[in-house]
T-cell receptor, first 118, second 112 residues
Framework: SAVISQKPSRDICQRGTSLTIQCQVDSQVTMMFWYRQQPGQSLTLIATANQGSEATYESGFVIDKFPISRPNLTFSTLTVSNMSPEDSSIYLC???????????????FGPGTRLTVT | AQKITQTQPGMFVQEKEAVTLDCTYDTSDPSYGLFWYKQPSSGEMIFLIYQGSYDQQNATEGRYSLNFQKARKSANLVISASQLGDSAMYFCAMGSNYQLIWGAGTKLIIKP
């Protein structure tokens, strides 16, 4: 399975500012995913990022608010722009499980970034 | 539409007892995978167990087993001999074609 790291692990930010979260994988992967988990809620997919193409956003999420970069097959960033307290969440990066025992069904997760907006 | 339902928002269980967390799913895909993840207060998602739609036997991983009833579209997680460290959120998810569909989660609290 892939080993994924995220930076920062947590942050406290002022409203109106932006934060960029980094996701690094120890092997080349095709698909990377960004999730948001609001307090007490389940995971919600923000977007899917493939290398060399624009990210695909889910309903309710827009590029201006959550710009994503995917410069190569091992790295991605998610920016949370013009933050408000409603953006306080855990943000999780995951990668597809291709090459693993459960193939396209599975995703491997990073440790998450806990964001608090004041 | 694909959907995962976890009907237990929270559960309290005495230490050393077994616990069953419920999960039902809905899909028209013949091929899919069912997952259980544990999320402690630290926030990381920890993979527990997996069941493929074509697997004939129920999956087991140590103290975790998955009670897979395909006709009823249920995939309940059974934790035997619960421990204080099992206190966490538990999520059921269904994987199909590079997508994971998530349940709402169950908060499990183990009482000493």
């Amino acid at each position: 399975s892939a080993v994924i790291s995220q930076k920062p692990s947590r942050d406290i930010c002022q409203r109106g500012t932006s934060l960029t979260i980094q996701c690094q994988v120890d092997s080349q992967v095709t698909m990377m995913f960004w999730y948001r988990q609001q307090p007490g809620q389940s995971l919600t997919l923000i977007a899917t990022a493939n290398q060399g193409s624009e990210a695909t956003y889910e309903s309710g999420f827009v590029i201006d608010k959550f710009p994503i970069s995917r410069p190569n097959l091992t790295f991605s960033t998610l920016t949370v722009s013009n933050m408000s307290p409603e953006d306080s969440s855990i943000y999780l990066c995951s990668v597809d499980g291709q090459g693993g025992p459960r193939g396209s069904y599975e995703q491997y997760f990073g440790p998450g970034t806990r964001l608090t907006v004041t | 539409a694909q959907k995962i339902t976890q009907t237990q928002p929270g559960m309290f269980v005495q230490e050393k007892e077994a616990v069953t967390l419920d999960c039902t799913y809905d899909t028209s895909d013949p091929s899919y995978g069912l997952f259980w993840y544990k999320q402690p207060s630290s926030g990381e998602m920890i993979f527990l167990i997996y069941q493929g739609s074509y697997d004939q036997q129920n999956a087991t991983e140590g103290r975790y087993s998955l009670n897979f009833q395909k006709a009823r579209k249920s995939a309940n997680l059974v934790i035997s001999a619960s421990q204080l460290g099992d206190s966490a959120m538990y999520f059921c998810a269904m994987g199909s074609n590079y997508q994971l569909i998530w349940g709402a989660g169950t908060k499990l609290i183990i009482k000493p």
